[in-house]
C-alpha cells in the first residue's frame, strides 16, 4: 500500500527534474552555424574552365555569346589531368561521363548542337568548331560530336577590371581633345596614322602571303586568323599560328585563271602608273597640306588675324577723312570712277588725267629714243 505523499513526491520531483533540463537547455549556447560551404562542382568546374590544356572556343548560342568545348575534349583531357579530381572529394573516382552528366544536372553547362547541320558546297565535312549554336533537346553527355557551352559567368581576370574602369576616362579624353595643346595633338596623331599604317600593311601582308601560296601550292594560308573574326577573344585575336586547311583543294584550272588576272592587274596599274614629274606634283601638294596642319601654330594664327585687322583699319582711313564735324565724311574720288567724269589715260610713269598731257610725255619718250 502507497503512502499518500509518495505520488506528489514523484510528481514533484518530475517537475524539478523537468525544471532543471530546461534550465540546463537554456543557459547551453545555441551551436553555431555552419558557413554555407560553396558547391565543390562549382570549383571543378571554373577550374577545368580556366585550365589552358581544355581547348575552348566562342560561339553565338540563341542571340547569346557563350564560351563552349567538345564533349571529346573534356574526356581526354580529365583522362590527362586526373588531379583536378580531388576537388570533388569522395566523388573523385567517377567517370568523365558521370562528371559531366552532374554537371548538366547542376545546369553549370548545358549540351548544345551545330545549327548548320550539312555539309556546305565546297567542303568535305561540317566545320569543326561552328560560329552558331542551339540547345540539344537530350541534355545527356556524349564524346561524339557533342558542345558544351559553360552557363555560368567566370571570374572577371584582373586587366578586365581594369579596362572597364579607364574606359569611361578614355572616352572623357576623346571627347576633350579640341581643347588639347598643339602638341598633344600632333602626338596623338602621329600615333593615329602610325597605328592606322600597321593595320593596313599587316592586312595587305597576310591576303598578298595568303594569295602566293594559294596560287603556287594550292592551299590556304592565313597568318593571325582571327584578326577579322567578331567572336574571338583577346587572346585568339593575335594568335599567329594560321588555321589548318580544312576545305578541299582548289582546282587547277581556278588556280591559273586566278594567277592570269593577278599579272594582267600588275601590268594594267604598271601602264597606268603616273610619270615622275606627275608624282613630284602630287607629292609636292600632299606636302603642303601636311606640312600646314603640322607646322600651324595658334600664336601665328593669332598674329596673322592682327595683321589682317591692320591693313583693313589702314584701308578705310585712306578711303574716308574728316572735315571736324563730328559724323561727316567726304568721299575722295579713285582714278577711273564714274563718278568723276574724267577719262584715265595710263602711261609708264602711271595714270593722268589730262590727254595733252599724255601726248607731250610720248613725244618726249619718243625724242629721247
Not at 125 to 131: D, E, R, V
Not at 277 to 290: D, G, L, P, W
Not at 318 to 327: C, I, K, R
Request: with cysteine; hydrophobic share 40%; charged share 30%.
Amino acid at each position: 500500500m502507497k503512502k499518500p505523499g509518495s505520488g506528489g513526491g514523484g510528481a514533484s520531483g518530475d517537475k524539478k527534474r523537468g525544471r532543471r533540463s530546461y534550465g540546463d537547455s537554456a543557459t547551453d549556447t545555441p551551436p553555431r552555424k555552419q558557413a554555407a560551404k560553396k558547391d565543390i562542382f562549382q570549383i571543378f568546374a571554373e577550374k577545368v574552365r580556366d585550365h589552358k590544356d581544355l581547348e575552348s572556343r566562342w560561339a553565338i548560342l540563341q542571340e547569346t555569346r557563350v564560351e563552349y568545348f567538345r564533349g571529346k575534349d573534356f574526356v581526354s583531357f580529365l583522362r590527362n589531368h586526373p588531379e583536378l579530381k580531388d576537388v570533388l572529394e569522395s566523388d573523385k573516382n567517377l567517370e568523365s561521363e558521370d562528371i559531366a552528366n552532374i554537371l548538366l544536372r547542376k545546369n553549370l553547362i548545358v549540351r548544345c548542337d551545330r545549327v548548320v547541320k550539312i555539309v556546305r558546297p565546297g567542303k568535305r565535312k561540317l566545320s569543326t568548331w561552328p560560329a552558331h549554336l542551339e540547345i540539344f533537346p537530350d541534355q545527356v553527355f556524349s564524346d561524339n560530336d557533342a558542345f558544351f557551352a559553360w552557363t555560368f559567368v567566370n571570374r572577371r581576370p584582373l586587366w578586365q577590371t581594369l579596362l572597364a574602369f579607364f574606359w569611361p576616362v578614355l572616352t572623357l579624353a576623346i571627347c576633350l581633345f579640341p581643347v588639347y595643346p598643339h602638341q598633344v595633338k600632333l602626338l596623338i596623331l602621329y600615333f593615329c596614322a602610325g597605328l592606322l599604317l600597321l593595320i593596313l600593311c599587316l592586312l595587305l601582308l597576310r591576303a598578298l602571303v595568303f594569295g602566293v601560296l594559294w596560287i603556287l601550292l594550292g592551299k590556304r594560308v592565313w597568318f593571325f586568323p582571327n584578326i577579322l573574326a567578331e567572336e574571338a577573344t583577346l587572346k585568339e585575336l593575335f594568335q599567329f599560328l594560321p588555321k589548318k586547311d580544312e576545305d578541299e583543294r582548289p582546282k587547277w584550272t581556278a588556280r591559273l585563271f586566278y594567277a592570269v588576272v593577278a599579272v594582267l592587274v600588275i601590268l594594267l596599274l604598271r601602264h597606268h602608273a603616273p610619270d615622275e614629274a606627275a608624282r613630284a606634283r602630287y607629292q609636292r601638294r600632299v606636302s603642303n597640306i601636311i606640312d600646314d596642319v603640322l607646322e600651324w601654330d595658334p600664336r601665328l594664327a593669332l598674329s596673322g588675324i592682327m595683321e589682317k585687322q591692320t591693313v583693313f583699319n589702314g584701308t578705310d582711313s585712306e578711303n574716308n577723312v574728316t572735315d571736324g564735324s563730328e559724323g561727316s565724311t567726304e568721299k575722295i574720288s579713285q582714278p577711273g570712277d564714274p563718278e568723276d567724269g574724267r577719262e584715265l589715260y595710263e602711261t609708264e610713269d602711271g595714270p593722268i588725267f589730262d590727254q595733252h598731257e599724255a601726248e607731250e610725255i610720248e613725244n618726249v619718250e619718243e625724242t629721247d629714243h
